[in-house]
């Protein structure tokens, strides 16, 4: 349904931040009927162009055309009366109200007298016209994160949008809820509507578009139509060099038991079970990846994992040793090393040097140290051999590792956590929000310890990354482990269906089976 005339003209739009060009002269159109994906890795510049488009930011410089027309967007509200909508990668909803209330939360009308039952009406019937389930007087709480994620489409459809911004929205979806996620938008778009969907994922933007704008650095690289383009070359574009899709995946004969969770119950931070009865163990030369949508019990489990949260029932054990709510500093000593999911938060310190980062597991013993003392010539070598063999770029050893990349950042734990020989690696969200040369050669860290002999548990919310590089994969919902599956020949349907909460009979299905025979 698409038209000569672009709904959306962006036409050099640049945005500043203090010491950050965002967006560098960046034109952009979009045309009705059609679902544009903007591509490109974290930082290029996706979410800052579309914040513009929907009025958060204001662009230092540019123009803004709809239907050709200029616009003057000074904020969200400004943007919504010109039938523009953008959904967030975090759900901006109020969890204790209806979703009646969120959807008309904000509007001038009606202002004094709410007819409810009309209200829920209105989104009933949009619920049916885009498939939308969800039911109008269910609270925020009460919902999955799919279901909150339709609101959140809802109140763009109910406020009458015509372009709806779709920032990163299969991050915490389950393969069944991306599918009808992107029957909604095709729906939409048939309607002649126009669906801008931001990502960095290059199997679902294949899927998806019809049109895929690239972003790297700030710039536009090129505007393609989807079927005259490959993955292979979308990768191109968004770094810069070729990217192999392919890791090689090595038969490793498994060894002996490496770590064993038997029952283990443990507690959210809000007091709450986080971990209900887990049991499971990964041999030698194995990588276990555990699937489950956000907030389902993974981050629990890799603390209580590494020591940095208590179990209050059931036990761990690493190569026979028991290390029951053991010290970190004990869990290191049996050589286990963490990537935790947040690099600058827990598994970095920011204001130090990257030298100083890559020997936070180490410093205390020889030859990096002498005594109470740092030996710092040590520690400089030391420092200069792990960032030639990590391949991390960064200006100096000397320069504070919260100037480095996403990467880069990566490839510095990497470096720290590799360089003790671990016998465990718990690897909590490796590649998220990397590029895919990023992605490639984080990937083939991973199994490069696989193959000599470290046993991986890998936390991922990426389906297709678990499925590539680990040996199998079980799959976590509220605190629970529902099924475990040999990632050889995994039906992925029935892997979203247990990412959902239903227990799936599945042959070699029961927990005895995960020991790696």
Request: charged share 25%; hydrophobic share 40%; aromatic share 4%.
């Amino acid at each position: 349904m698409s038209t000569d005339t672009p709904l959306v003209r962006m036409r050099g739009i640049t945005k500043r931040f203090p010491g950050v060009l965002a967006n560098d002269h960046v034109d952009l159109e979009v045309q009705a009927g059609q679902v544009h994906a903007l591509l490109g890795e974290n930082g290029a510049g996706k979410t800052t162009l579309m914040n513009i488009l929907s009025g958060l930011y204001r662009a230092d410089e540019g123009e803004i055309y709809i239907r050709e027309r200029r616009a003057n967007l000074q904020s969200p509200r400004d943007a919504i009366a010109l039938g523009i909508g953008m959904v967030h990668q975090h759900f901006m909803l109020v969890e204790p109200q209806t979703v009646a209330e969120n959807v008309i939360l904000g509007l001038k009308t009606p202002r004094f007298f709410l007819n409810m039952a009309r209200i829920e009406g209105r989104i009933a019937e949009f619920s049916r016209q885009y498939g939308l389930q969800v039911d109008p007087r269910a609270r925020i709480w009460q919902l999955s994160v799919g279901e909150q994620q339709r609101v959140e489409i809802l109140k763009m459809l109910y406020r009458g949008v015509n372009i709806l911004i779709m920032d990163e929205p299969t991050a915490v979806l389950t393969p069944q809820e991306v599918e009808e996620l992107f029957v909604t938008l095709r729906r939409m778009a048939s309607e002649g509507k126009a669906v801008i969907f931001i990502s960095h994922k290059l199997g679902e933007v294949m899927a998806i578009s019809d049109q895929i704008t690239v972003l790297r650095g700030g710039r536009v690289v090129a505007t393609v139509s989807t079927g005259q383009t490959t993955k292979e070359e979308l990768a191109r574009m968004m770094v810069g060099r070729e990217v192999l899709f392919q890791v090689e995946k090595t038969p490793v004969e498994p060894g002996e038991i490496i770590l064993e969770v038997r029952n283990l119950r443990a507690l959210s931070d809000k007091g709450l079970p986080a971990l209900k009865d887990v049991s499971f163990t990964i041999r030698q030369g194995k990588i276990l990846g555990i699937a489950g949508v956000a907030g389902n019990g993974q981050r629990e489990l890799a603390e209580v994992i590494t020591g940095l949260r208590k179990t209050t029932e059931g036990g761990v054990f690493i190569a026979g040793c028991d290390l029951t709510n053991c010290s970190p500093r004990r869990v290191i000593r049996e050589q286990v090393s963490h990537v935790p999911g947040d690099r600058l938060g827990m598994g970095l310190v920011p204001n130090l040097a990257v030298s100083d980062n890559v020997i936070l597991k180490s410093y205390r013993d020889p030859p990096l140290a002498k005594g109470p003392f740092l030996d710092r010539p040590s520690i400089a070598r030391f420092a200069a051999r792990l960032i030639e063999a990590f391949n991390i770029a960064t200006p100096s050893q000397e320069t504070p590792v919260k100037l480095l990349s996403g990467g880069n950042l990566q490839r510095t734990i990497l470096a720290r956590e590799i360089s003790v020989g671990p016998k465990l690696m718990v690897a909590v969200h490796p590649t998220r929000g990397l590029d895919v040369g990023a992605t490639e050669s984080v990937r083939n860290l991973l199994l490069k310890q696989r193959e000599e002999g470290a046993a991986i548990l890998l936390i991922s919310e990426d389906l297709d990354e678990l499925l590539t590089i680990s040996d199998r994969v079980a799959v976590m919902y509220e605190g629970r482990i529902m099924g475990v599956v040999d990632t050889e020949g995994a039906d992925i349907e029935k892997i979203g269906l247990m990412m959902a909460g239903t227990e799936v009979q599945i042959s070699n299905f029961k927990l005895q089976t995960l020991n790696f025979k």
